[in-house]
């Protein structure tokens, strides 16, 4: 492993690739802690300070921007909209015949694809940034309670100066995807994957250090330890997988002979990813936001719904919040996995070209096979999911710090996952020099 290593150092292109990498990572870092204008950068800074374990509504994009949300900073947003945007597009195939047909189209249309997820990220962005803004305005961004400093962190609330907050914040996001396409273009690839993993990966020492601070150090070791044996277990499943024999029928055209050969398809456990947990979490954020927006004025009482929406679906270690987060990360797990994998399609496309699976006649069987292995492996995908999702709830439930909590949910998916990605991806690059890479 570690002469694996060295041999990375000592390849001069793959060492360029990597440097460059680390130095937009240290320039999206760096553009995570410069406020936007407008902002008073010092009660910003005593708010956080006085809201260290206050998850609040905006803790997913909180994470995914690597706590420059709560900041109020030029990459504020970070690469949500990007993530929303991409969703979307990937949803609307299914009602779009158009979006289809592009996606059919190969390269071309995958580009076209990528256009259309780019100016849908900056309209994304232009309505984030006026909410966030617009909740910074109101002094409700953390939460109910607030100190003085934190109604007050805007130097100015004019609408040329909101204005100018919005161009800034939503330029953020596009030079965000800028970055991202450079390292994907001349780095080490999955530009938007590394960036996430940046953000996500950053969050990680304050909060071991804010677990250490209240709950001592033989908490900090067991929570090391669980999150050993929880990396673990994400590496199992992530790299489990199904796989389906097919054999290709030899064909003649002309002189030459195609197919004949075996291979496989290979049907992950979790065929998801990450994506059903920020559904899910995106979706129980919208009753607590619009109770958020609904709050009484002084001297008067909550509607009954506010009250019943803050006391149930605000707080991750109520009962009935982590019973509906589960069942609708299990839901959404088989939503997705419905809309990306097309038994049909596969079963089509193996009919072309001559494949089939032994034991099973091509065309609609196929299809049929194919959707009862598929429903059959997303369950235990689905349960794991909600399971590692959980995590950080039951730290909540039972430990009392749900942000100090790093090993669970969507983090710890998200680091596994892209580290994983990157590591083949510098395997097969020095596999390209050399006989021997990173993984034996």
Request: overall charge positive.
């Amino acid at each position: 492993m570690i002469s694996a290593v060295v041999r990375i150092f000592r390849t001069p292109d793959l060492r360029r690739k990597i440097g460059f990498t680390l130095g937009i990572i240290a320039l999206f870092r760096l553009g995570s802690f410069i406020p936007a204008p407008f902002v008073d950068f010092g009660n910003v800074q005593a708010c956080l300070a006085a809201n260290q374990n206050t998850s609040g509504l905006y803790e997913l994009v909180n994470l995914f921007s690597g706590g420059a949300l709560l900041q109020l900073s030029v990459f504020a947003l970070g690469i949500m909209p990007y993530i929303t945007a991409s969703i979307i597009v990937q949803l609307l195939r299914v009602v779009i015949p158009h979006f289809e047909a592009l996606h059919k189209e190969g390269q071309a249309g995958q580009s076209k694809l990528t256009q259309y997820t780019r100016y849908l990220t900056i309209a994304l962005g232009v309505l984030q940034s006026t909410t966030l803004i617009t909740v910074a305005r109101s002094g409700a961004l953390f939460g109910t309670n607030n100190t003085p400093a934190c109604t007050q962190l805007l130097t100015n609330d004019a609408w040329y100066a909101i204005l100018l907050m919005v161009i800034t914040m939503t330029a953020g996001t596009g030079l965000i995807m800028w970055m991202a396409e450079l390292i994907t273009e001349r780095g080490i690839g999955n530009g938007m994957s590394l960036l996430i993993f940046t953000s996500i990966a950053a969050g990680f020492p304050r909060s071991l250090e804010s677990l250490y601070l209240a709950q001592g150090i033989n908490v900090l070791i067991l929570v090391l330890a669980l999150g050993l044996l929880v990396v673990a277990l994400v590496v199992f499943v992530e790299q489990s997988q199904r796989r389906i024999p097919v054999q290709y029928a030899k064909r003649v055209v002309g002189r030459r002979t195609y197919g004949g050969n075996n291979t496989y398809i290979p049907i992950k456990v979790n065929m998801a990813g990450v994506v059903p947990v920020i559904f899910a979490s995106s979706l129980l954020y919208l009753p607590a936001l619009i109770a958020q927006f609904n709050q009484p004025a002084a001297g008067q009482a909550p509607a009954g719904w506010v009250v019943w929406v803050t006391n149930y679906l605000t707080k991750g270690d109520h009962p009935l919040y982590m019973l509906l987060f589960f069942a609708l990360i299990v839901g959404f797990t088989y939503f997705y996995v419905a809309i990306t994998f097309n038994p049909e399609e596969v079963a089509d496309n193996m009919k072309k070209y001559g494949g089939f699976i032994p034991g099973i006649r091509a065309g609609r069987p196929t299809a049929e096979y194919l959707d009862y292995v598929l429903t059959r492996i997303t369950l235990p995908g689905s349960i794991y999911l909600g399971f590692v999702a959980l995590l950080p709830l039951i730290a909540l439930a039972f430990v009392g710090a749900n942000s100090s909590f790093p090993f669970g949910g969507t983090s710890i998916l998200i680091i596994v996952g892209v580290g994983l990605e990157t590591v083949k991806q510098i395997d097969s690059q020095l596999q390209q020099r050399h006989y021997e890479g990173l993984l034996r």
